[in-house]
């Protein structure tokens, strides 16, 4: 599992392009929307999910201001119930504690066994927001970057229409 300092160095080896921001630690994205931030680009929630049996997992990339109605959104995937998933089952499946989670986490995700959704109005946005797998700093990534990150692990995106 890669910590934020391998990660960054995967990113810089990627040629990948981006701006970092230091803060207070942050559990939530409304105490992420309380830190005075330079930076642009949409500031995303990023929610692990499971099914009701734990066969699947999923990080849902949304607008951080957007709800979630998690009924809609399984019936959407053809699956069970759709609930937060543990931290154990965070940790264990993309090396993150809560309040850390990322789409970059993905990166730790080697196996391939998180299914990646994003709200379409996310793949949308010039430019995201992301903690690089802690939770006192954000990056702003461009999307194009955002995709060659995607491509260099091996995920693909499935893109869901969010509320």
């Not at 960054?8 to 921001?21: K, S």
């Not at 543990?86 to 989670?101: C, F, I, Q, T």
């Not at 994003?118 to 797998?133: F, K, S």
Request: hydrophobic share 45%; aromatic share 6%; proline share 2%.
């Amino acid at each position: 599992m890669m910590d934020s300092a391998a990660l960054f160095q995967f990113l810089d080896q990627l040629g990948i392009h981006y701006v970092r921001h230091g803060h207070v630690a942050v559990y939530t994205s409304e105490q992420l929307r309380q830190v005075e931030s330079p930076l642009s680009g949409i500031s995303t929630k990023n929610l692990f999910l499971r099914d009701k049996k734990g066969t699947r997992h999923f990080l849902l990339i949304l607008d951080d201001t957007k709800t979630l109605d998690l009924k809609a959104l399984a019936s959407k995937l053809g699956t069970t119930t759709l609930s937060l998933g543990s931290a154990e089952r965070l940790k264990a499946r993309l090396g993150v504690e809560p309040g850390s989670v990322s789409l970059l986490a993905l990166v730790n995700d080697a196996e391939h066994k998180v299914e990646v959704l994003m709200d379409r109005g996310v793949w949308q946005a010039e430019a995201l927001q992301c903690h690089p797998l802690i939770n006192t700093a954000s990056l702003q990534i461009s999307l194009a970057d955002v995709k060659r990150f995607f491509e260099a692990t091996g995920h693909a995106v499935r893109l869901v229409d969010i509320g």
